[in-house]
């Protein structure tokens, strides 16, 4: 069982729609989930950062971690052609261990 | 900050040439990552440095790839013979620590024919 799952998509929706992006994991250790977000062409940038379980919104986004069941959710309400992009999640036990990636939901808001 | 700065954007080689891909930190981060991106395998971690040293190169396919950092303002890594498999995005990332917030360049993509 590999440690971080996400589904590959591709995930396509119309404008104004809201959004669902899942990870599954297997390592209880992690403590730290992330949400990057990658434009084609583009590297990673950090879109959401949470630390344990609970909710954080940050605009249009909003980061869920349920511990319990080992599952992350990024929502995006409202969502925009501009939002178009591949989003990864990541995780890690703390500051010092690595991050583990998942591959990447490909998501296009389409007009 | 101009964030991480990475070069070339796009190099094709021949299968046995040498390839030197660079990448300059954002001031002030101790820790830079080389992480090589393709379809099948996702983002994977080749080496990581803190403070200019070396830490973990346990992701480094071959012997083929080697990674030096002789500042804190730059490294390179290096593909001596490059192989078509070797063809991917390589990105460089910084950090002010090991396990959070990560700074990503725009990447190089590599295709070795």
């Known amino acids: 069982q590999k440690e971080v799952e996400q589904d590959p998509g591709p995930l396509s929706v119309p404008e104004g729609a809201i959004v669902s992006l899942n990870c599954t994991y297997s390592?209880?250790?992690?403590?730290?989930f992330m949400w990057y977000r990658q434009y084609s062409r583009k590297g990673p940038e950090l879109l959401m950062y949470?630390?344990?379980?609970g909710n954080k919104e940050d605009g249009r986004f909003t980061a869920q971690v349920d511990k319990s069941s080992k599952y992350i959710s990024l929502f995006i309400r409202d969502s925009q052609p501009s939002d178009s992009a591949t989003y990864l999640c990541a995780m890690s036990r703390g500051s010092n261990y690595k991050l583990t990636f998942g591959k990447g939901t490909l998501l296009t808001v389409n007009p | 900050d101009a964030g991480v700065i990475q070069s070339p954007r796009h190099e094709v080689t021949e299968m046995g040439q040498e390839v030197t891909l660079r990448c300059k930190p954002i001031s002030g981060h101790d820790y830079l990552f080389w992480y090589r991106q393709t379809m099948m395998r996702g983002l994977e971690l080749l080496i990581y440095f803190n403070n200019n040293v070396p830490i973990d190169d346990s992701g480094m396919p071959e012997d083929r790839f080697s990674a030096k950092m002789p500042n804190a303002s730059f490294s390179t890594l290096k593909i001596q013979p490059s192989e078509p498999r070797d063809s991917a995005v390589y990105f460089c990332?910084?950090?002010?620590?090991?396990?959070?917030?990560?700074?990503f360049g725009s990447g190089t993509q590599l295709s070795v024919l």
């Open positions: 990332a910084s950090s002010s620590s090991y396990g959070e917030k990560l700074f």
């Open positions: 949470t630390y344990s379980s």
């Open positions: 390592n209880s250790a992690f403590q730290y």
